[in-house]
């Protein structure tokens, strides 16, 4: 990186960045400074390559992929950059001549309040992968004040605080001023004929600015550098002087702090009509200002808006950014004069879609009149494809009847998902198995009209930070045994197989997990006082609480493990630590109480120094990357048991395997795809497959009956009832039994007895340290097939058309 250095030590950059930012010499510096003044460091690095890269990209006219996604879960900046620009040593010797550690350093960024779940992650991965392997790429999402917020568990229930990052994160944001761009809302359009041509103007509308701010991702032992673009909204209004003089401060402020809602926080709750008109004006304000600004870039480089196909490609990760559709007819048409005609087809040879669930409260759907409001030309856009749509199947032979699901708008309402299908050259999901079910189940329609406009595209992961970087000690080990080429092509680490047999290095696996076990035992010491045991077995559920991933199941289980020690101290049972990681939508109270429920049992347990011994339970409060980077490496078994059929992927399944950690789950999303990869012997599946699911619904699933007919799932209903920590949980067994308008709407009655089966046999298996260090090796030394890597090379040839830069 020597070229990008200015000919100066890493050193004497950070002693520059010092004086530049803070007027302080390296030796009055605080920990802070020196944070914010390496980061300095490792962003005009990432700037002078990204000018280079341009460049490049310019140069031989390079097609590139804009990547629009409500959020981007990117974790801290300055460890990642560091290891893929290949500086690690460099600034592990510099930093030592102030008394300090890198490490020291990486603990003073906060994690980057700009997602939270899986959708996030995948979107940052990419990210990564992209620059990795030099592909020309920019991602586009909204700079969040607060995040989505930050988790505190207050006598087991969650309350939400908010997430203030921006003071120890915004040094990875460089805003981009002179590329500001303004959004119109409300208002209303007026319609008239001008030469004999239809044209429409906007009147009486709200304008907001788009301020972007430039997050810089560096690829691993590469030339690109991805930039995440991140728009601010701010009020284009004059200061109202006069009023705030009179002392009126509500009204002068008004407008300022009606703009300023647009960015503040990631999905505000959205159970009101306010809540639900943000959600609109955010995904209209991503959808806009990008457009605006990947139109603007591509007229400055190659002049003709018609060959925007040619050198951009548009992606829609899930249907947050879906808007981007109607905008980019909009500039088409009302600032270029194109045709609807020749505009449709520029905008269908150019965005391409990736669903990511099956769950209908997640596809999502807008009250007419709320668009018709908030962004009446888009409305009129959206009417006009809609009517398309419909002319074109009419003419395919299709009845009304056949065909009313897949309208954009029907029953008073905008549905996003048919709007994304409908106008993308490619719909993709994201496993094999999910990438199946959206043909025949929710774009069964579609399917049968452009059978050829769907594929799959299976999920993958930036290995090298969730292995290379998180898990120090094999990385060491795979170094010594297979090389380092598997850190370029992750398919090399099947290479590893050959020691299937070899004691040494299967010893070896089991101490690298038990040190890591006990360095995450630290951590969560450190963090929040809890105390654990790492010569226990960490089994592993960490991802968003929802009713379909069966954190609940989980929950049922271990209240089946607590009734078995209640009634027998004295039972052998192998020492188990159950860890929970997990944040609830804040007005999704089931989820919330499924949160309690695991708290009160951990609550319960520790008041039990005998039965703690041998079943502990942990919920890890607030986790983000930077525990997960913790968590992971440690973890014996991954916990992946959602319902079949309902989750579309995961990748923290991939996190977990690549790290050594033995799947128990569901035969649901890429697990699907982690079996057949590992075999049957290596993972541990239980439960119904999702046809079984389809044809339990349609016999109509009745949880009563399983209560009534099954001792064991009634002893532990019953226990519910009871309740821990001097808390009742009769609401969830009601809900359970009773709800409406479905008891158990996700099944943990029906798998209890198989899961419980599986719990066994995987505790049987655990026994034989051997046998599960072979587990262990196998799932390591398989999980290349996983890399993000791999992800984006098949988007790139069969979906985006684009090629590497060199």
Known sequence: MTEYMKNLSIKDSIEESLTMLFGVQASDASLDQLYKASATVVNNILRRKRKVFNGKVKETKGKRVYYLSIEFLMGRSLKNNIYNLGLVKEFEKAIANYGCTLEDLYEKEPDAGLGNGGLGRLGACYLDALASQDYPAMGFSLRYEYGLFKQKIVDGWQTELPDVWLPGGEVWLLMRGDKTLTVKFNGNVEEKVVDGKTVYEHKNYQEIEAVPYDMMVSGANSNAISVLRLWRSRNIRNFDLNLFSQGDYLQAMRDYNDADLITKILYPSDDHYEGKALRIKQQYFLASASIQNIIKDHIRYYGDVRSLPKYAAIHINDTHPALCIPELMRILMDDYDLSFDESWDIVKKTVAYTNHTVLAEALEKWSEDLIQKIIPRIYIIIKQINKRFIDEVKCNGLEEEEFKDLTIIGNNQVRMANLSVIASHTVNGVSALHSEIIKHSIFKGYYKLTPEKFTNVTNGIAYRRWLCQSNPALVELLNEKIGSDYQKDASKLVDLLKYYDDDEVLERIEKIKYNNKCEFAKHLYKKTGITIDPKTRFDVQVKRLHEYKRQLLNALKIVSLFIDLEENPNLDMTPQT???????????????????????????????????????????????????????????????????????????????????????????????????????????????????????????????????????????????????????????????????????????????????RVHYLMDEAYKNKKKWNQMSLVNIAKAGVFSADRSIREYAERIWNIKTIK
């Open 578 to 756: 159950f860890i929970f990681g997990a944040k609830a939508a804040p007005t999704y109270y089931v989820a919330k109480d499924i949160i309690k429920l695991i708290c009160s049992i951990s609550s319960e347990i520790a008041k039990r120094p005998a039965m703690q011994e041998k079943l502990n339970v942990v919920f890890v409060e607030d986790y983000n990357v930077t525990t997960a980077e913790t968590l992971i490496p440690a973890s014996e078994v991954s916990e992946q048991i959602s319902l079949a059929g309902k989750e579309a992927s995961g990748t923290g399944n991939m996190k977990f395997m690549i790290n050594g950690a033995v799947t128990f789950g569901t035969l649901d999303g890429a697990n699907v795809e982690i079996s057949e990869s590992v075999g049957e012997e290596n993972i541990f599946i239980f439960g119904m497959k999702a046809e079984e699911v389809r044809d339990l619904w349609v016999r109509s699933y009745n949880s009563c009956a399983f209560y009534d007919g099954n001792p064991r799932i009634k002893r532990v209903l019953d226990r519910l009832d009871l309740g821990f920590n001097n808390q009742s949980f009769s609401n969830i067994k009601n809900y359970l039994l009773n709800s409406y308008p479905m008891p158990d709407p996700y099944m943990c009655l029906a798998d209890f007895d198989d899961y419980m």
